[in-house]
């Protein structure tokens, strides 16, 4: 009984340490995507309300939704006049998905 209670409590903390370092992931990349991502920050080109972002020259990413996996490889390679992002930081790169996918759909 005495276990089980103790493995429930380190599960649940478990979990909110989880959920603590998505909350921090995701202000990181909303910091990076209006300002820091390099070459140049996602807002100077993109809509996304969320971030207040209001740049015309690529799509609205409200509208697109961009999944995860989408938003990697336009990272990595570029598309068009977007700038490849593969030189950033992994992580950095990351947080910035993370945020953008919970902020567009
Ligand atoms: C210099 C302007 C510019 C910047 C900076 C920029 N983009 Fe883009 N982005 C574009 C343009 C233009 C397109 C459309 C390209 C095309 O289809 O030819 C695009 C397309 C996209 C797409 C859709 C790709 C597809 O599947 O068709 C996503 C997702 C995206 N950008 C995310 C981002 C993110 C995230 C950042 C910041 C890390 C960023 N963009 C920075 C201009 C930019």
Known sequence: ???????????????????????????????????????????VCHTLQDAGATGAIGPDLNEIKPDAERLRKTMMEGVGVMPSFAAMDEADREAIIAYVVQASQ
Not at 11 to 33: E, M, R, V
Request: charged letters at 5%; hydrophobic letters at 50%.
């Open 1 to 43: 009984m005495i276990k089980h209670t103790l493995s429930a409590l380190v599960l649940s903390l478990l979990s909110t340490a989880a959920l603590a370092t998505d909350t921090a992931q995701i202000a990181h990349g909303k910091t990076l995507f209006n300002s820091g991502a390099q070459p140049i920050a996602c807002a």
